[in-house]
């Protein structure tokens, strides 16, 4: 007879024990052991929360190189069945050798489970006809678990589930995940002692009254944004570090349908666009996605919502500050384009109509679709075609975590017909689905790739741009992780084309992702493996640090109404010298939508106390030397990166913390 030591770790997580009797069978390559009931010193608590017990499996001869393992559980007549969180099982060959199983998934019936060996492989180096067996058996279940569903036309296509509880459980919030957000979410108007403002559908009559309310709850950030809102530096600041890096451009030539003049914005003669152009030195924001929509009615009064263009000068200083602001797209007599030459709140009116602007086209656009919606593709398609012995899973799955269960709440109470956004903001209903489909038919592969991202939009060497410093040192920190792990299994670009799997990956992303548009220049196939590698890398980065740029911040930026105002219920005005400060809290959104706005962002910038931090890896997918050695690397990488973003911010009036990797989550997680 021979002895294989098996130990089982049993998660950490609440509710991970279970009171069942759980069994066991080996499979090697020259045999199998008999289904063995797991009965230790510690009795029926071998598989409490958090607990390693240990056992022994006797065979009659050496199962040769174990291939997989095979758990079941079954409940005993006191006991129902209940719900397990195994995270992994070792196993000591009577040879010597250690086998890790990794696990991490809940097991909820009495069904048998196979999982394999935790050594990473490909389909191409599965040669055991179990080990593929099992690879098979796998991808079918995952196929009915995952199935893809259409959401709306023309946006991408999302998990099909009846809600959360009907998601796979390994997919699911944790207890604490769950019981914070939910928290959170009932308590959002409460914590902010906004409660009692929530039914007043009345506009603000006294700037006083609306400090009152900013004041019961507040960051560091939204202090500095409540003192300099109405500043031209602090405005152009904004499109820079704010939470939409996304907007500015560099501009060369000036559109034809934003008719500027020298004289408008140097009426001293002290410069001329076209110089100012030549060195570099002019921006552009143009919100033309939003031109022509059916806005809002909220509270039974119609809403507005403007398409305008916003051109930024750097001035020698470094200060990038606005110079001219037309707020329809079409040039027209009651179309003006204002300046800071104007009267104090002609001017403060059409930076309100921008931000307000900014406001719908992040949440939708560079929020909600390019990380959040885009997230969940990654994830549903790794889910489904990826099984859990392939390295790509052991890469991307903890950069899935929550993703799924986030996205279906995001679209219950978010973007549904009753939904916040669709009932409180200028764009909800027919626009919101008008700017998403506007949005994703100019969605490109570059776009999504920071390197390129920046360099397109031509802003390589604008001064204090904090999100690109930071940006690109992760993109790179990221790239060489992905990069020397895949490279690792990955020796050629052959194996990449013979890769069915990875091939089936990318497949369904370019079909329910970017709905089979070549014109988005995501690829169909992989066929080397440096496409492989930065592919990786833009989708670890969407979901982690991309997603935190353009999150985080919302109730920094956001939670000072003025600055972000989520509607506006006055048209613009037409002829310049007739807004004052009554016009301007006439325009702002009723109390009602000005709390509720603030509640849904401060929920959604609400960290969870379970947050993993990009690069932590609490679940250890991988057992080879090589790729352990690489997360440590990568770890180290980006605790280096963290310190350097602190010192820098040490010495900044206002601190940029949203990409520092401390404070990054590993996926999309709210």
Not at 532 to 549: C, D, N, P, R, W
Not at 590 to 604: A, E
Request: net charge negative; hydrophobic share 35%; aromatic share 10%.
């Amino acid at each position: 007879m021979v002895n294989y030591d098996v130990t089982v770790f049993t998660a950490n997580l609440l509710n991970a024990t279970t009171l069942n009797n759980v069994h066991i069978k080996l499979v090697g390559t020259e045999g199998e052991s008999n289904r063995k009931w797991l009965v230790g010193l510690k009795g029926a608590s071998s598989f409490v929360i958090g607990t390693t017990s240990s056992f022994t499996v006797s065979c009659s001869a050496s199962l040769g190189k174990l291939v997989l393992i095979e758990l079941d559980k079954k409940h005993l007549p006191l006991f129902p069945e209940d719900s397990w969180f195994p995270a992994k099982v070792e196993v000591k060959s009577p040879e010597g050798d250690t086998y890790t199983f990794p696990i991490y998934r809940w097991i909820n019936d009495s069904e048998v489970h196979r999982f394999r060996e935790g050594t990473a492989q490909r389909v191409i180096n599965d040669n055991h006809h179990l080990g593929r067996y099992a690879r098979q058996e796998e991808l079918k279940q995952r196929a009915k678990d995952y199935r893809w569903h259409v959401y709306a036309e023309g946006i991408p296509h999302c998990i099909k589930t009846e809600g959360p509880l009907s998601l796979p459980p390994e997919v699911q919030f944790s207890f604490t995940k769950k019981t914070e957000f939910a928290y959170t979410a009932a308590t959002g108007l409460a914590e902010l002692k906004l409660k009692g403002l929530a039914d007043r559908k009345v506009k603000w009559t006294d700037m006083n009254d609306l400090n009152r309310v900013f004041w019961c709850k507040r960051t560091s950030i939204s202090d500095y944004v409540h003192e300099h809102w109405k500043e031209d530096a602090f405005f152009g600041y904004q499109f820079l570090n704010g939470v939409n890096p996304m907007m500015i451009q560099r501009c060369t030539t000036l559109p034809k349908i934003f008719p500027v003049t020298d004289d408008m914005v140097f009426p001293s003669g002290q410069g001329s666009l076209t110089d100012e152009m030549k060195k570099g030195n002019i921006f552009l924001c143009d919100y033309k996605r939003l031109d022509g929509l059916k806005p809002n009615t909220i509270n039974g009064k119609k809403q507005y919502l403007m398409a305008p263009l916003v051109l930024l000068h750097k001035r020698p200083d470094d200060t990038l500050m606005p110079i001219a602001i037309q707020l329809k797209q079409t040039p027209a007599d009651d179309n003006p384009i204002f300046l800071p030459t104007d009267s104090e709140y002609d001017w403060l009116i059409a930076k309100i109509f921008v931000r307000s602007a900014e406001f719908n086209e992040h949440q939708l656009n560079v929020h909600l679709l390019r990380t959040h919606l885009l997230a969940e593709v990654f994830a549903v398609s790794l889910l489904r075609n990826i099984p859990m012995v392939h390295p790509l899973y052991k890469l991307l799955i903890p950069h899935t975590r929550y993703t799924l269960q986030i996205n279906f709440l995001a679209r219950l109470t978010l973007i549904s017909p009753t939904g916040v956004f669709t009932q409180f903001t200028s764009s909800g209903g027919e626009a919101m689905t008008t700017i998403l489909k506007r949005s994703m038919s100019s969605l490109t592969y570059r776009s999504l790739c920071i390197p390129e991202d920046i360099a397109d939009r031509g802003l390589e060497d604008v001064p204090n741009f904090y999100y690109r410093d930071d940006g690109l040192k992760l993109w790179d920190i990221i790239h060489r992780f992905v990069q020397g792990v895949l490279s690792y299994y990955y020796k050629k670009d052959t194996e990449v084309q013979d890769d069915p799997e990875l091939q089936k990956w990318i497949s369904d992303i370019f079909e329910h992702g970017f709905l089979s548009q070549a014109a988005t220049g995501i690829p169909e196939r992989f066929t080397t493996v440096a496409e492989l590698v930065k592919f990786v890398t833009m989708v670890i980065f969407t979901g982690s640090a991309q997603h935190s740029a353009v999150n985080s911040g919302q109730y920094d930026y956001g939670g000072w109404m003025p600055n972000t105002p989520t509607s506006l219920q006055l048209p613009p005005p037409t002829t310049k010298g007739k807004t004052s400060e009554e016009t301007m809290l006439q325009t702002f959104p009723d109390v009602n939508v000005t709390v509720q706005g603030m509640s849904t962002v401060w929920l959604l910038s609400k960290q969870s106390s379970d947050f993993v931090p990009l690069g932590q890896y609490p679940e250890d997918h991988f057992s080879e030397d090589t790729p352990c050695k690489l997360i440590k690397a990568f770890q180290e990488e980006l605790k280096v990166l963290s310190a350097a973003i602190k010192a820098r911010n040490e010495s900044l009036e206002l601190p940029y913390t949203y990409m520092d990797p401390a404070e990054v989550e590993n996926s999309v997680a709210i």
